[in-house]
């Protein structure tokens, strides 16, 4: 585990976020999306680094192999976004999910926030297991804040109090 760092996004990290994400949600979980339809992924800076919100990579031998995002949605609640792990080191035996999800509530401690919203699709088996060991709880689609930024695939929803 210690050949991984988590640390924040830079924009030089832009086309190698792309590169993790892109396949991960297509050629494995077979969902029709592009670059293009996540405009998010382009203005990481302006999108998730603005306010109480941050971007993280996970990098093992100087490649991003993990991502993760928190949104500043307002009233001091975020919605966590776009983590994704490549399949080459998920797992604990890594830990990289974990790391990186640490870092993500560490953040959220230390600026005051009191819930991370999520929102995933019903085909992500094992992100929701994972979501609800680490303390998230599934709500209806009703009990979100009217800032969260929904997506078109996103049919399952959690909450995480902070704190």
Known sequence: M???EIRPFMPDDADAVLSVILPIQRE?????I?????PDLRVIPDFYQSGKGQFWVAVKDGAIVGTVG????????????KMFVSAEVRGREHGVAA?????????????????????TTDKFVAAHRFYEKNGFTEIAKSALPRSFPLMAVDSKFYRYKVG
């Open 70 to 81: 928190l949104k500043d949605i307002g009233n001091d609640q975020a919605a966590l976004r």
């Open 34 to 38: 592009t670059a293009d339809a996540q």
């Open 2 to 4: 210690a050949d991984i």
């Open 28 to 32: 494995e979980f077979g969902i029709d």
């Open 99 to 119: 790391r990186l999800l640490d870092r993500l509530f560490a953040h959220a401690r230390d600026g005051g926030l009191t819930d991370i919203f999520l929102g």
